[in-house]
């Protein structure tokens, strides 16, 4: 240590600290760095037929850059998850103007021109990248691990979901007919995306507000509850006192009006 | 060896005695056990009273009986729910049957409502039998009290009974409340965190009385074992009690019957409690037992594993009470926020206040008055036992169907998020619409309501003069068409004149011989001007004269009228009559 300190002040030591940095920061971004294996000539041939399908299907609202109009968002810093999320559940390209783009079956497109469409927008400005399948597993009930790593997902779910998207993932209304959609039997990587995007009125839950492991529980617990049986009988979309009330006014109070009708004209 | 039955001499002074304690002997209305009970009791002579009472019969004198059944089945199945349920807020990691809750921290409240659900026999049926009755009760409470005060039956000498049942149907309503916040899961929790929010909004002491009821900072450990108290307790000790009362009155003023051949005033036409009614009723018990039960065994109800345990911090869409709070809910989003003001240092809620805390004593007030409000106008002391049809009285049952109109629409307004969804809509649209409806919507409501009650009494009246229409067109030899008109039988034209038309009460003399103005005749003018609104418009039933004159204008009649003893025949039928 002795003779390093005595050669600090080398007129050489200020380059030689700088070319370590550099050395050290870029050797920490070659390993952190997302790569691609074959990151060639397929990957360029992927993001250009991206781009050509970007501009045949998207340009229009999203301007032919990605860089937004009046009719649609910029697109920089998006990254494939929310292209991935969007177009896969139908929501993308929109039908309609409205004031939310609905989810649809009839899915335009295939997952490979999918794939690359979300590699083109990925290539305009780093964003979330579809989540690794680590996370997108849904832990199956069993063990006690398990069992509480659902719960603990339970306890997530309720704090940050369930206010628009009903205790039960049935859905809730949000302002001027906007609305959070109902979360059963949606794929785990599209509730994943969802979260790490914020399509729509949602807001983003990134990886610092929810650990990828627990959005992993999460997604879980709703696996866990959509797959249970109903203990109850019908569920009445588990909408709450709402649809109860309607049951207590039309079916419940109308049998039973309906009994006292024909014991009414019963002779005695 | 007992003396008591022997001979003594001096018995033969009191020969006589025992010549009338062997009368007594043979002439025992009962034997048996009967005679055993009745000479302990004396009840004999009330029980017969009472097993000879005549009661009407008319589904919708059933309404009644629904909540009361209903509300029996909520006492009954409630016991069984005291066995387990633990009504305590401290704090334990879950480790029961429902999988997704493994190892969450509940409340002894919300475990025990989820052993009751999941690990005891019988449990979730026996809840939700107790909760789906729970529901009926209250919607067969109002549901009675619209038969009650659209027919005009809450008129001399019935108005402490309406007055009862008002209060009846408060207390059916907070019992409700009191258990919907028992099992302490997100959506009970929640909804004693809106209470707690409405008890602070009350001006000046809010904050006060909310640590008063919390006994502390929500949410405490207090408020599920209080309301616990007064859900097994208090609540259904005033409901049995004042129930008792209102039924005894029953018995004591006669049940009112529709109008019809051979009812009067004085009378009851219809069948005894023994033993035609008391088989109906009871079975009538049997059937809502049943069908309750179906709906219970079918239909899930308060799903509250799927709520999750309460904490303060969640909360979820489709957040409401229980339908018969709804209104009140429906009010707090009716109200807009700038109704908020800080004055004196003290904030006024007035976006919450009025509707949490004021609408319920001002609704359950203005339906609690309402029988003496119309006997003011009326003027009207005489005894009232046969029901007004709905359309005689227009003016009352246009009140009534505006006062549904203002309900409703405050307690639609509690389910504007599920409507917004179901009907893809704004949710900002529907909540606008019904503000603008709360205003709009009572007096077109009534304005419309009086007119069909009006247009229906003019068809009353036509059909009176002129007959049914029988479909059957006649071609004269000249050529002309004619429908041709059945004439009523005098049962069927009973129902179409019996009732009486009251005149507008109207002011004569509004000064005293000395031209000094008077002060009774200004409270009789407010009450004119009610008169007027109420009596203004009228359609006078058919009088004989009229009867007569419109028969010979038709000529002979073309279907053979009953004469009245026929009719008295058909009369017959009806098997008891109970004079008063």
Known sequence: ???????????????????????????????????????????????????????????????????????????????????????????????????????????????????????????????????????????????????????????????????????????????????????????????????????????????TNIKPASKQQLISYLHAIENRPEQGGMTLGNLGPVSEGLFAWTFGIGILIGCAIWLGKKAA | MSTINEERPADALRAHDAAARRDHEETRPLGGIAGWVDDRTGGTKGVSTLMKKVFPDHWSFMLGEIAMYSMIICLLTGVFLTFWFIPSMTQSPYDGSYVPLQGVMVSDAYRSTLDISFDIRGGLLIRQIHHWAALIFVVAVFCHMARVFFTGAFRKPREINWVFGTILSLLACIEGFAGY???????????????????????????????????????????????????????????????????????????????????????????????????????????????????????????????????????????????????????????????????????????????????????????????????????????????????NAPARTGIGVAGIVLYSVLFFAAGNDLMAIKLHLSINDITNTLRVLFFIGPPIAYWITKRICLSMQQYDRDKVLHGRETGTIWRHANGEFEEIHAPLTPRERWHLVQQEVQEPFVVTETTDAHGVANPVARKDQWRAKLSHFYFKDRVDPVTPAELEAAHHAHGPALATEPTETEAAETEASEPAIERH
């Open chain 1, 1 to 207: 240590m002795k003779a390093l300190a005595a050669r600090r002040r080398h007129p050489a030591a200020i380059a030689l600290l700088i070319l370590v940095g550099l050395l050290v920061t870029g050797g920490a971004y070659s390993f952190a760095a997302p790569k691609d294996a074959n990151a060639s000539a397929a990957a360029a041939d992927t993001v250009a037929q991206g781009k050509t399908l970007f501009l045949a299907n998207c340009a229009s609202c999203h301007g032919t850059g990605a860089q937004g109009t009046n009719e649609g968002p910029s697109l920089y810093g998006v990254g494939a998850a929310a292209v991935d999320f969007q177009m896969s559940t139908g929501r993308m390209p929109m039908t309609s103007p409205n004031v939310q783009a609905p989810a649809q079956q009839d899915i335009k497109f295939t997952s490979d021109q999918i794939a690359a469409i979300a590699a083109f927008v990925a290539s305009l400005a780093p964003g979330p990248a579809v989540p690794d399948q680590q996370y997108t597993t849904v832990i199956e009930p069993g063990t006690q691990e398990n069992n509480e790593a659902i719960a603990r997902g339970g306890e997530i779910f309720r704090v940050n979901c369930a206010m628009c998207h009903n205790f039960a993932g049935a859905g809730g209304a949000l302002t001027r007919g906007k609305y959070a959609p109902p979360l059963q039997g949606i794929d785990p990587v599209h509730i994943y995306e969802a979260m790490v995007t914020g399509p729509q009125s949602m807001p983003v839950f990134s990886d």
């Open chain 2, 181 to 391: 916040s028992l099992p302490d899961d997100l959506l009970s929790g929640t909804g004693i965190r809106a209470m707690n929010g409405f008890v602070q909004s009350i001006p000046v002491i809010g904050s006060y009385m909310a640590y008063f009821i919390f006994g502390g900072a929500f949410p405490g450990e207090l408020i599920i074992p209080r309301l616990y108290s007064l859900h097994i307790l208090l609540v259904p000790a005033a409901l049995v009690g004042l129930f008792t009362a209102h039924i005894l009155l029953v018995f004591l003023q006669k049940h009112t019957q529709y109008p019809g051949p051979g009812r009067t005033n004085n009378n009851v036409v219809g069948y005894p409690f023994m033993p035609v009614y008391i088989a109906k009723a009871g079975g009538f018990f049997f059937i809502v037992f049943g069908v309750i039960a179906l709906i219970s065994a079918v239909v899930s109800i308060n799903p509250i594993w799927g709520y999750g345990p309460y904490d303060p911090s969640p909360i979820t869409a489709g957040s409401q009470p229980d339908w018969y709070m709804g209104f009140a809910d429906g009010a707090l989003r009716l109200l807009p926020g700038f109704l908020e003001f800080v004055a004196f240092g003290f904030t006024f809620s007035m976006n919450i206040f009025p509707g949490s805390i004021l609408l319920l004593p001002i609704m359950w007030t203005i339906i609690g008055i309402y029988p003496f409000v119309e006997k003011w106008v009326t003027g009207d002391d005489r005894e009232h036992h046969l029901l007004d049809r709905p359309r």
